[in-house]
């Protein structure tokens, strides 16, 4: 007698003799897997981005998809964190730079070069980023499958970002993942727990591009490997080589029209290198003023220190007064070379420290407050009426007050940050090491916290100059101009203001690196390439003025240049 099979109400509804009989019975129709690989194909990691919002439905869609990826043991690990702040995505976006920098220079020469041309990430550009973050708060020995692969929550994670990747592809969105990070700083950016760490940065957004390859493959920097080379039968081959390794070897509709215009143009994209990188930011700042040549002005700074006692300059304290007197009559280098590149001129006398950094802070918080707040004023004033601001300083001793500042803020020894300075020895650069040391060993002991405000180390061991200098670039993003910085003065202080509004590294361009030795650390952790690499000394905003002389040339260049039909 034959009964009837009990089948469930819930769950499997099939018989083994029925997946017997039909083994395939479990794939979709042809169109649809057609359709699936289509979007496998297709995933790009999108670089260049709309500015157009996302309809949060879609976002929510695209998210679900990403949820329903397999995990180790039910675990679930991953958390979407959806970031739509243009303040948060700015200060993601300095990171990406920083870490850029860092990667192209232990590379050798030619591909660090080639690494510095691509761009590697749309964080600015992209209406929103999702920070893919995974919960490791339980122990591996409580999630199946984790006690022997303690790593499989992470793989998980990376599971879902596919998932949610191929899903965007399917909307018409992009995605692009970026890694260009310290784990530690994206996790501080967007306040996860401890225990919980993040997989990296996806850019979301409509795409601005519609790449038939993958980006690096275009651009020659890898190519994808035939699929016989991965897959090994039985036992790994042997034969196998390594992956190929290249070690040692504004808003967002701003960024993004200034690109359109550029994509008009009778001329390839990024023909001019980092000038056109840089072209695009002042263009982005103008918003919508891309077809008037920006003026610019020369904001020169000088300041005076009481450091100077330490023996730390190879020049009396009086050269600061004889260069503020010969740029009011037009003839200190600074004034000559703002002349030369038709650059408006103004010295701003920011007044002296009244602390000598070791024994005493340079500033009180009153005076430092105060000075920012005037160069505020002045930063502000030359963005309204210019669009490029040139920073220079004058300040016998302030290699040394730079110095600290720069040791004090990226946590570097003295040693890492002093330099030469204008005519020392080795002997003054001993006792500059020393007062650096001394003077940030003091500011640190007296502070008795972790990590202190931009405007307490300010205080502690900056300089009247570097106050000004530090407001004039807030004031100038706050009007939409660039600055434009020129040494290790201007950029420590580029970098200060970077830390009180970290929306200020959109709006600056590095005119130059000096011959001091933390300026490349300052540039690097602020994400700038510098325009010139001359060796210059000069100081009071020679090197920025150059550089704003090229920056209009480029601007030139792209009105002059003809246009394709779109």
């Known amino acids: ?30 169109t649809a897997r057609e359709t699936f690989y289509d979007v496998v194909a297709a995933r790009r990691d999108v670089r260049r981005f709309r500015p157009d919002p996302v309809d949060p439905e879609t976002v929510r869609r695209v998210l679900a ?11 679930q690990p991953w958390r979407f964190i959806v970031v739509s702040d243009p303040a948060t995505r700015d200060r993601a976006a300095r990171m990406a730079d920083e870490q850029r920098l860092r990667q192209a220079r232990q590379m050798d020469p030619e591909a660090g070069r080639r690494l510095l041309d691509l761009q590697l990430e749309g964080i600015r550009e992209a209406p929103l980023g999702v920070v893919v973050a995974c919960d490791r708060r339980t122990a591996a020995a409580g999630v199946l499958g984790r006690a022997t692969f303690p790593d499989a929550d992470v793989w998980s994670c990376a599971c879902a970002i596919q998932n949610l990747w191929l899903a965007a592809r399917a909307e018409g969105l992009g995605i692009g993942w970026v890694t260009l990070f310290e784990q530690k700083d994206l996790e501080g950016l967007v306040g996860v727990p401890d225990g919980v760490v993040t997989l990296g940065w996806l850019c979301l ?66 023909s001019l290198g980092l000038l056109d990188r840089y072209v695009d930011r002042v263009e982005a700042a103008m918003q919508g003023r891309a077809h008037h040549t920006p003026t610019g002005r020369l904001l020169l700074v000088a300041g005076r220190h009481p450091v100077t006692a330490h023996g730390v300059s190879a020049y009396r304290d009086s050269v600061t007064e004889d260069v503020i007197a010969a740029s009011h009559v037009g003839e200190s280098a600074g004034a000559v070379a703002a002349a030369a590149a038709g650059l408006d001129f103004e010295v701003v006398d920011a007044g002296s420290a009244t602390g000598d950094l070791v024994t005493t802070d340079a500033l009180t918080a009153e005076q430092v407050s105060s000075l920012i707040e005037r160069g505020r004023r002045r930063g502000a004033d030359a963005g309204q009426e210019h669009r490029l601001v040139a920073l220079g300083e004058v300040g016998i001793g302030n290699t040394t007050v730079a110095a600290a500042l720069a040791a004090a803020l990226l946590d570097l020894s003295a040693a890492e940050v002093v330099g030469l300075g204008a005519g020392a020895d080795t002997t003054m650069v001993r006792r500059k090491t020393e007062v650096v040391e001394a003077a940030v060993a003091r500011m640190r002991a007296g502070s008795g916290e972790d990590r202190l405000l931009p405007e307490q180390v300010l205080a502690a061991v900056g300089g009247p100059e570097f106050c000004v200098l530090a407001g004039a670039v807030l004031g100038a993003a706050s009007t939409g101009a660039v600055s434009v910085l020129d040494g290790l003065a201007t950029s420590v202080a580029a970098l200060v203001a970077v830390r009180i509004e970290p929306g200020a590294a959109a709006y600056l361009v590095a005119g130059q690196r000096s011959r001091e030795r933390a300026h490349a650390a300052v540039l690097e952790h602020l994400g700038l390439e510098p325009l010139l690499d001359l060796r210059l000394r000069a100081g009071e905003g020679v090197g920025a003025s150059l550089a704003v002389a090229m920056l209009i040339s480029g601007l030139k260049l792209r009105q002059g240049i003809g246009r394709t039909a779109p």
């Open 65 to 75: 998809a990403a949820h329903m990826a397999p995990s180790v043991g039910h675990s």
């Open 205 to 270: 957004g409509w795409p601005d591009e519609r790449p038939p390859a993958p980006g690096l493959e275009r651009a020659g920097w890898s190519r994808r490997q035939p699929v016989e080379d991965v897959i090994f039968a039985e036992r790994w081959s042997v034969t196998t080589p390594a992956p190929p390794s290249h070690l040692r070897a504004p808003q967002n509709d701003a960024v993004v029209g200034a690109r359109d215009h550029a994509d008009v143009l009778l001329s390839p994209p990024g």
């Open 1 to 30: 007698m034959t009964w009837n099979r009990p089948v469930p109400l819930l769950g499997d509804q099939t018989s083994a003799a029925e997946r017997a009989a039909e083994v395939e019975g479990w794939a979709f129709p042809q």
